[in-house]
């Protein structure tokens, strides 16, 4: 079964440096996500992605993170300028249809740690 | 700012037995769904409840909806080990993101 796939599993970075997270969404989906899970927290919506444009965005995504589909398969999720508060699993996601507006199920990848030291 | 909020957070009981799990808000949600995660893994997707009242049997596993649409539950049937993980529940709400529960850590001890 197809599956979204994650790079890379944990990723460790120093405060005030810049990372990128890939995703690799299943291939016919046409509809991208990033969630994150602060440990020990609930899972958090981030940012909605379709027609190469952002579609919905949460409090949390202000000017420090941003998202590309930079080649049609590869959906990437980049934070500027890390802080503590970064520190968490990175879940992306991607749906057929309008997911969560669509009562669509979202397929998750397995997630990216970052620790932010 | 619409919240789930699930009950119990951890629950730990013997093979075999039932359990219930609930999720309840002051919101409503044009849809439900539970995901299941298991460690290092990602939420993964049980069922999906849309209709006030509905009721939805996945083997072993009943997912009801509230008929107002603001809450849901799962009850478990005869559980076995295997079902042990983090249960989560999601609701949609008319824009692009799910709201999570907090979850409930479910241990089935053979």
């Known amino acids: 079964e197809p599956e979204v796939t994650q790079t890379p599993s944990h990723q460790v970075t120093q405060m005030g440096q810049e990372v990128i997270l890939r995703c690799v969404p299943i291939s016919n989906h046409l509809y991208f996500y990033w969630y994150r899970q602060i440990l020990g927290q609930k899972v958090e919506f981030l940012v909605s992605f379709y027609n190469n444009e952002i579609s919905e965005k949460s409090e949390i995504f202000d000017d420090q993170f941003s998202v590309e589909r930079p080649d049609g398969s590869n959906f990437t999720l980049k934070i500027r300028s890390t802080k503590l508060e970064d520190s968490a699993m990175y879940f992306c996601?991607?749906?057929?249809?309008?997911?969560?507006?669509?009562?669509?199920?979202?397929?998750f990848g397995n997630g990216t740690r970052l620790t932010v030291t | 700012t619409q919240l789930l909020e699930q009950s119990p957070q951890f629950l730990s009981i013997q093979e075999g037995e039932n359990l219930t799990v609930y999720c309840n808000s002051s919101?409503?949600?044009?849809?439900l769904q539970w995901y299941r995660q298991e460690p290092g893994e990602g939420p993964v997707l049980l069922v999906t409840?849309?209709?006030?009242?509905e009721v939805k049997k996945l083997k072993r596993l009943t997912f009801q909806f509230g008929d107002a649409r603001k809450d849901s539950s799962l009850h478990i049937t005869a559980a076995q080990p295997g079902d042990t993980g983090l249960y989560l529940c999601a609701g949609a709400g008319g824009s692009e993101k799910l709201v999570f529960g907090k979850g409930t850590k479910l241990t089935v001890n053979p």
């Open positions: 919101s409503v949600f044009s849809s």
């Open positions: 996601a991607s749906s057929p249809t309008p997911g969560a507006m669509g009562n669509s199920p979202l397929h």
């Open positions: 409840v849309v209709t006030g009242g």
